[in-house]
């Protein structure tokens, strides 16, 4: 009989199941919809982080600050490692390229405003010390203390070796889905926020210019409306002599 300390210990193959993309972002969708309770979106304060233990270094959570703008309140070591530095407190889209933020911007605007949830595929170019390397990102809507949907939770999973921080990604991708299954979903569009002038109206090529509006006659001066009654307005003032 092999002695006590040799008894051998059951472990669950899933909880060593290599680190995927799809993987994580499937049990992240899972625990979003465990702590719903049957509600159409959880609250904040119902998401515990030993619930995602398992994908908790590719988690964060997210507080929109402005219309298709959002801070990073809490986020996993993997996201810590991308950018090289703590990520707290920064804007989400900082792991955006340029030329990705906009699009990105109306695609959170949406997960906020349907409410409905979002996923992103993404890919940082190879360059120096910097090779390729592709991610999905996850978003999902919640409410805050107050009842509005203004918090997400999400992930940001890249697959390979990082190479030299900070790594910033491009849009591939995007696909929005209904938080109720066979419910309807918002298009995300651009938000008219900023400063963007309105628009003018269209005028045909060599159109007349418009006349100017007639200026509003100052009360207490008198008008006049011929070139005689003008001229009659004029008056000579002769300069005072002094005293002698």
């Not at 009989?1 to 995927?20: H, N, S, W």
């Not at 972002?25 to 998401?47: F, Q, T």
């Not at 792991?95 to 699009?103: C, I, K, V, Y």
């Not at 190479?163 to 938080?179: K, N, T, Y």
Request: net charge positive.
């Amino acid at each position: 009989m092999p002695p006590q300390d040799a008894m051998g210990r059951i472990v669950r193959l899933q909880d060593y199941e290599t680190c995927t993309p799809d993987r994580v972002l499937r049990e992240m969708r899972e625990y979003w919809d465990g702590i719903r309770k049957g509600r159409a979106i959880p609250a904040r304060s119902d998401v515990d982080p030993r619930g995602i233990a398992r994908t908790l270094d590719y988690a964060f959570i997210l507080e929109r600050i402005a219309p298709g703008a959002g801070r990073l309140r809490l986020a996993g070591r993997h996201l810590i490692d991308l950018m090289g530095m703590e990520v707290r407190g920064m804007p989400v889209c900082a792991f955006l390229n340029t030329s990705s933020r906009g699009r990105f911007s109306d695609v959170l605007e949406s997960v906020f405003k349907a409410p409905q949830m979002a996923r992103l595929t993404l890919q940082g170019k190879p360059d120096y010390g910097r090779p390729q390397l592709n991610a999905q990102m996850l978003l999902l809507p919640l409410r805050s203390d107050l009842g509005d949907v203004t918090r997400a939770l999400g992930c940001l999973v890249a697959e390979g070796d990082t190479g030299i921080a900070p790594r910033r990604f491009d849009i591939l991708a995007d696909e929005v889905m209904p938080i109720i299954e066979g419910g309807t979903t918002v298009k995300p569009s651009p938000s008219a926020i900023g400063f963007a002038e309105g628009r003018a109206d269209f005028k045909p090529r060599g159109a007349l210019p418009d006349k100017p509006a007639a200026e509003k006659p100052l009360r207490g001066f008198p008008q006049a409306e011929t070139p005689e009654e003008r001229r009659a307005l004029f008056r000579v003032i002769q300069p005072r002599q002094p005293d002698a």
